[in-house]
């Protein structure tokens, strides 16, 4: 280890943006204050990503399929989730979360006073989104909404009583959801075709259903959040110096959409990382890191390094091949085409509805600190 290395590396109160920035320019692997080394820059993030005979995900004692699985185990698993996920399976959804998008934007414009883009927008539309995606009753938006915000305490607190708390909650919940479904006669919804798909010539286990929603949900909610804020955020202050900025991105084509929203995701990756374990003693970047340690994938600061991403200039195209977001190797995010069609739907019903789209004025966007990245709320007025 050099011995340059910083012992403790709590950031707390930080933007985690500018942390890891100052971070990165001198050190290419870190130890931070819970003794996880954390890995800073594209090249090593993308090489321990992509050798999971290395670097294990099997980081958790609870059940994760397929985020904990490794090797033949993962792909299996991987193999089936999939097919939930590809553009194909996901394309009748489009109207149902253009809908979604339409009825709330309206609603929210009959709203007095400055709308919060993270929470009123975001974790709102995430939620509809996902419940109308899956099947699940709309009775769960509220139990789920406070959910979120459950999740995001327990993730700011480090502790690890209160993440295995809302883990429970979050397992209950998805438990009655099943029972939900199970009693419905009309066509399947995706979680019924989850129960009744085959591995390996058996059904699911409950555990495994469960596990599976889990990580199509869990997470994901607060991620789908946290990037609508991100990309309103930048929405109001480019609109400031350009003005013509929503009539350029409707005459954008679908790619060149998708590709905008990940470069302004990119530059501010509120998906701040991934848990990894080392099998055997490993090398990064001349450091020294001992077998059976815990290592953080760090894709907000990979993203952002200089070295792959010139100045980080706005470059939607150029840096596509290289963008980071939705991670890279066997566990690459397999939720990708959802999470970027939602996205683009949500930008894409601004543009058409709130073309007066614009920052308050007297209320300030107000940062995510580390463990978290993005914004903690977003005012916007949207007439
Ligand atoms: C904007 C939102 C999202 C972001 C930024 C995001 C990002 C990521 C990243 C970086 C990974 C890699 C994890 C690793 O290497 O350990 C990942 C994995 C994963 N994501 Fe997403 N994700 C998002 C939305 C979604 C959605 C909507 C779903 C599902 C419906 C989803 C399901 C998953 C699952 C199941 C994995 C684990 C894959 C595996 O281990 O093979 N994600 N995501």
Redesign the pocket.
Same mark, same amino acid.
């Given at each position: 280890m050099p011995d340059h290395m910083p012992e403790d590396l709590s950031a707390v109160g930080r933007d985690l943006r500018a942390f890891t920035d100052e971070l990165r320019s001198q050190h290419a692997v870190v130890k931070n204050n819970l003794g996880e080394w954390v890995l800073l820059r594209h090249k090593d993030v993308v090489a321990a990503?992509k050798d999971d005979s290395r670097f294990s995900?099997a980081v958790s004692r609870f059940l994760q399929i397929?985020?904990g699985?490794d090797g033949e185990e993962?792909s299996r698993y991987?193999a089936l989730?999939d097919t939930f996920?590809t553009p194909a399976a996901l394309q009748p959804f489009v109207p149902v979360f253009e809908e979604i998008a339409a009825e709330l934007v309206q609603e929210l414009m009959q709203q007095k006073g400055p709308i919060d883009a993270v929470n009123d927008l975001g974790a709102v539309f995430a939620v509809r989104a996902q419940c109308a995606w899956l099947g699940w009753p709309s009775h769960l938006e509220q139990p789920l909404l406070q959910w979120m915000k459950n999740n995001h305490a327990a993730t700011r607190s480090g502790s690890d009583d209160e993440k295995a708390k809302v883990a429970q909650d979050f397992d209950n919940m998805i438990k009655a959801a099943l029972e939900h479904t199970a009693q419905k006669q009309e066509a399947l919804s995706v979680t019924q075709k989850l129960q009744q798909a085959c591995l390996d010539g058996r059904l699911l286990t409950e555990a495994e259903v469960v596990s599976i929603l889990r990580?199509?949900?869990g997470g994901?909610l607060g991620?789908?959040a946290l990037?609508i804020g991100v990309l309103v955020a930048y929405l109001v202050q480019a609109k400031e110096t350009n003005p013509h900025l929503f009539s350029e991105i409707a005459e954008f084509s679908l790619q060149q959409q998708e590709q905008f929203i990940n470069e302004v %995701?990119r530059i501010d990756?509120?998906?701040v990382s991934?848990r990894r374990v080392t099998r055997s003693p490993v090398h990064v970047a001349g450091v020294h890191i001992p077998a059976g340690a815990r290592v953080k994938?760090n894709?907000t600061s990979a993203n952002r390094d200089e070295s792959v991403f010139a100045k980080n200039e706005f470059d939607p195209k150029g840096h596509a091949a290289n963008n980071?977001?939705?991670?890279v190797?066997?566990?690459?995010?397999?939720?990708?085409v959802?999470?970027t069609w939602q %996205?683009r739907i949500v930008l894409m019903q601004l543009i058409r509805q709130t073309p007066q789209l614009r920052a308050d004025d007297s209320l300030q966007c107000i940062r995510e600190v580390a463990p978290l990245g993005g914004y903690e709320r977003v005012p916007v007025h949207f007439i």
């Open positions: 990503a995900s397929p985020n699985l993962h991987r989730i996920l990580n199509w949900t994901d991620s789908m990037c %995701l990756c509120p998906f991934n994938l894709w980071l977001v939705y991670g190797g066997k566990h690459v995010c397999p939720g990708q959802l999470a %996205l």
